[in-house]
């Protein structure tokens, strides 16, 4: 992340001075914003695609009152106060929500002071165009961090810390309670890459990313009922809580191509408030499992036997192989020997004849 930072504002340091003149921080601004506290490459890409968004839509909103009020008046600071107090509420909700406000806020500032907002808006979408697309092009081409892989580790951290609360003692209600405070936490920092990939699936780019960090929320409440039913455990759900607990470190090892038993849904139904957690549990270790499981096996082509054609009717089916018989043979006749001297004897008579 430190790399690509440098590089980002090396190139918006460069790029705003030859382009923007004393405006030059607005880009490199801008660059620092999207590549500070960077989760991955498609968090840069949504901070500053929402920051150029936001920087728009506020220089067009700030365009329409930049003339409202006149030079010097104190409504209009009266306005900016108010314009940034809402920028700070709208700033929970989204980035662009935030930018589009400030813009405003800014376009109210310059004509306080007697400044023309428009041709200075113009000039700071610009730049903040300029530093949005250096800081994404150097968390992209300089050793970039793959959202997916970040969200790998994280969930993984997840999964190690609900095995760890899973196997905690009966009853010690301090150890419980800190394993689950440890198991919130890593949710919590899977949640902090939860927006870019939520505006994935939204815009239907794809969607077992986002279903992985929903499939990991969805483990909060079942969590929080098995940490108020372990302080006084029942051993009639204890079989399914060692379930649950296997298929935790069926999905561990599935993530990390090591071998072992695969997942098993094991635990369903909602017979008690516990059993119903525990089931929920192992629901969202199915979704889990679909995404990092192994890939299911290709099924073998069906071997078909071709089938035997059937004779048309009135028609005598010619004999198999096994009923063709071989042809009778003529019986030889045996044949007199011949008397050799004889033969000669003859033979000489009919020489001496003419």
């Not at 968090?43 to 920087?55: E, P, Q, S, T």
């Amino acid at each position: 992340m430190a790399c690509q930072m440098a590089v980002a504002l090396a190139a918006a340091f460069a790029v705003g001075h030859r382009a923007f003149h004393e405006h030059w921080p607005w880009a490199v601004l801008t660059a620092f914003i999207v590549c500070s506290g960077a989760r991955g490459r498609g968090d840069v890409l949504h901070k500053g695609v929402l920051r150029a968004v936001g920087a728009a839509l506020g220089t067009v909103i700030a365009t329409s009152i930049a003339d409202a009020f006149p030079p010097n008046d104190r409504w209009s600071v009266v306005i900016i106060f108010a314009v940034l107090g809402l920028a700070s509420w709208l700033r929970e909700i989204s980035y662009a929500l935030w930018a589009g406000s400030v813009t405003a806020a800014l376009s109210l500032l310059y004509g306080y002071f007697g400044q023309s907002a428009s041709s200075l808006l113009q000039t700071r979408l610009e730049a903040i165009l300029v530093g949005a697309a250096l800081g994404i092009a150097a968390s992209w081409s300089v050793l970039p961090v793959r959202t997916r892989d970040v969200l790998k580790r994280r969930v993984a951290d997840v999964l190690a810390a609900l095995s760890d609360f899973l196997g905690a003692p009966a009853g010690d209600r301090g150890e419980i309670r800190r394993r689950q405070g440890v198991f919130l936490h890593t949710v919590t920092l899977v949640e902090q890459i939860a927006k870019p990939l939520r505006t994935q699936r939204l815009l239907m780019l794809g969607t077992e990313r986002a279903d992985v960090i929903d499939a990991v929320h969805d483990c909060v409440e079942p969590v929080g009922t098995l940490a108020d039913a372990l302080l006084d455990p029942d051993p009639a759900w204890e079989p399914a809580r060692r379930a649950v607990a296997g298929n935790v470190g069926a999905v561990r090892r599935a993530m990390g191509r090591k071998p072992g038993a695969p997942y098993q849904r094991s635990v369903t139904g909602a017979g008690s408030p516990v059993t119903a957690a525990l089931a929920d549990l192992d629901a969202a270790l199915e979704k889990l499992d679909a995404v990092y499981g192994p890939a299911p096996a290709p099924a073998s082509p069906a071997v078909t036997t071709p089938p035997t054609p059937t004779p048309p009717p009135n028609v005598t089916p010619p004999a198999g192989p096994e009923t063709l018989q071989a042809p009778a043979r003529r019986p030889e006749t045996p044949h007199a020997p011949r008397d050799t001297y004889a033969t000669q004897r003859d033979g000489r008579s009919q020489r001496a004849d003419p």
